[in-house]
C-alpha cells in the first residue's frame, strides 16, 4: 500500500509539473521506494514476537527467563518426553520431578469444544465467516474459551484456516470460507477472544489442506501461490493474532510433508514471520524424527510415534540431532505454558463457569442469524406469511433430526437448544396452519446402530457382475502393500466380493499383512430404478468413474461401519465398477453387494395427496455428519436420490 501512495504522488508531481518534472518525480518516486524498501527489510529482519500475549502481567522478556530457568532444571529423558503427546490422554505428557506434573489439555473447537462430551455448538466456521464481523468473530472466541475453562480444557485446536478451495472437502464447514484476506480477519479476532481468556489456540492446518480424507496427497504449487492463497491467514494469526500454536497438515507440499518441510516450518513461520510459539503435528501426521526435529516440528502428537526415546536418543549420540535443537523445542513449549499461566490455573476446571452457558448459546445463535444468506427470492416468496398458509408439508433427510454439524473431529453435541426443521416450522408457524412431515425410505438420514448395520448384510454379495469383457463374474487383483502399488501378485475373476479372510491370506502369494485389493468390471442393469450399493471395511467404490462410497480408515483403524449409496440406473446400460480395499485390522473382511430398491415409486398415496394439497413443500436435504466431514468428502450430487426425488416433488 505505501508503495502505491509513492508511485501515486510521483505520479501526480509529473502531472502537475509537465515534462521538466518528470526526472525529478522518477528521483522522488525511488527515493520514496528505496526508503520503503529499507524500512521493510529492517522489521523483515527483527520480526516482532508472537507471544505478546501472556497471563498474570508476564512480559516476554519474564516469560523467557522462567523458560529457561525450567529447562536447565530438566534431564535429558524429560525433555524428550515434553516432545510427543500422552497416550493415554489428549494432551501433553506429565513430568512428574517438576512443576509441568500436569497434563496440558486438548480439544477439537473449530465449532465448539469437541470430542469432550457435549458442549456449546456453534454454527459451522463458514457461516461466521458469512457474518462479514469481526467483533463478533471476537465474541465467540471468548465464549469458545469459557466452554474450554469450564471443561479443563487448555489449547483447543481451532480455528480451521484453511482456504476452501476444493468444493467437496468434507472439512470445508470448518473452515472460514474461500477468501484469504476475510478468513484472516475473522481468525485473528476469533484467536484474540480465545486467549484473552487465558486458553491457547492452535491454528491448522498448516498449509494447503484441503481434502478431508487422503493424507497422502503431494499438493504441487509454486511460491507465488503459496504466498498468495494459503499463507495468508496463518501469517495474520501468528503477526496480528500472536497465535501460540500451530498444527501441521497430514500433505505433503512440493514433494515433502509438511511436518518436515524445512522452508514452511522454519524459513517461513520462525524467520520470516518471527513465530515463537508451539509446531504440532496434526494426529499421525509426522513422518520422521530426525527431519521433523531439525526442520523445527517441536510437538508430536497423540503420542511418541518416531520422536521415542530411543529414536530421539540415538540421533543425539550420532549427532543427527543436536542438544541445540532439542532445547529449542523444548523451550517452545515451555514458554507457551509459561505465557498462558497453565502452570496456575489448568489443574482443574473452572467451576464458575456453567457448562451450559445461556451466555455462549445466545453467541451461537447470533452467529447463525447473521451468517445466514438468501441467495434468490423468486417471486417474494420469502418471507412465509401465516395469512396466507393452510399446509405446509416438510420434506427430506435433515428434516425430522436436527443436524448441527459435519462430522469427524471438527463435530460437536450440543448440549442443549437442538431444534429440528420439521419442529422449528411447527412453532413458528402456529395452530392455524398444519405443518406435515412426509418421509421417503430412500432419503431418510439415520443414525448408525447396530439393527440399521445388521439389515445391510442382506445386500453383501448381491448383485450380478460383469468383466470388461461382457462376461459373468469380476477381476481381482491382489497387491503386496496397501495402495495398490506396482503389479497385482494376485490375479483371478470372482462371481461376487464377499469374503471374510479372518488372518488367513486372500491368495498364496500375499505374503504381506498390509495387502491391498482391486475389483473391476461391469454392471448393466435389467431394470431401470433406484439401486442401493452398500461396502464394508476399508473400501472405496467407484461407478463410470464417479467416487459413490469411500469408507476408507487410516491404517491399523478398527473395521469400519458399511457405508451406501442409492442411484439411478437406467436398463441395458452399461457402468464401469471399481471396488478398492486395503486391509486395516488383523481380521480381514470385505463384503460389497447391491441390488434393486425402487422402480421409481418414491412415496404412499397418503403422501403424493399431502405434497398435491400444500401450499409450501419445505425441502430440507443436504449430507449430514455421515457424509460430509474429516475422513469422508462429499461428492458433487445429493445423496440418496434427493435430486431426482426433490425433481418429483
Known sequence: MRHHQALCQGWNFMRAHGRGGSLTAVVMILAILNILGGSYKARAAAPRPSFEHCRYGLTPAQVEAKADELLSRMTTDEKIKLLSGNPLAMG???????????????????????????????????CLAATWNAKLAYKEGVAIAHDALARRVNIVLGPGMNVEREPQDGRNFEFLGEDPFLTSVMAVQWIRGLQSRGVAACAKHFAGYEDGLDTSIDSIMSRRTLEELYLPPFRAAVRQGHVWSIMCAYYKINGTYCSRNKMLLTDILRRHWGFKGVLMSDWGANHACVRSLNAGLDLEMPQAGYYSQSNIRKALSNGSVSMATINTHVRR?????????????????????PLDDPANAAIAMRVAAEGTVLLKNKHHIMPLHRTELKRIVVWGPMASEPITSGGGSGYVHPISGMVSMLNAMAKAAGPDVKVQYVATPLCVYSPSNQTIQANLR????????????????????????????????????????????????????????????????I????????????SSSCSRVYLNGHEIINNFARWGQNPVWPKTDVLWLHAGKSYRLRVEYFRANPLAQMEFGYKLVSRGRFFSDANRKRIQRANVVIACVGFGPKKEGETVDRGYHLWGLQDRILQHV
Not at 106 to 123: E, F, K, N, Q, V
Not at 485 to 499: D, E, K, M, W
Not at 523 to 534: E, H, L, M, R, S
Request: hydrophobic share 40%.
Open 92 to 126: 501433553t505428557q506429565a513430568i512428574r520431578r517438576l512443576v509441568l506434573c500436569h497434563m496440558i489439555h486438548m480439544r477439537d473447537a473449530s465449532c465448539g469444544i469437541g470430542d469432550w462430551g457435549r458442549s456449546t455448538g456453534y454454527p459451522a466456521s463458514v
Open 458 to 521: 442382506e445386500f453383501w454379495g448381491k448383485g450380478k457382475l460383469l468383466t470388461r469383457n461382457g462376461h459373468p463374474g469380476i477381476s481381482a487383483e491382489f497387491f503386496n502393500n496397501e495402495s495398490l502399488a506396482g503389479p497385482p501378485v494376485a490375479t483371478f475373476v470372482t462371481s461376487r466380493i464377499s469374503y471374510n479372510w479372518g488372518t488367513a491370506k486372500p491368495a498364496p502369494l500375499v505374503t504381506q499383512v498390509a495387502f491391498s485389493a482391486l475389483w473391476r468390471g
Open 523 to 534: 454392471i448393466k442393469p435389467d431394470v431401470t430404478g433406484a439401486y442401493k450399493f452398500v
Open 333 to 353: 513449549i515451555l514458554r507457551m505454558i509459561i505465557g498462558m499461566g497453565f502452570l496456575k490455573h489448568h489443574h482443574h476446571p473452572d467451576y464458575n463457569i
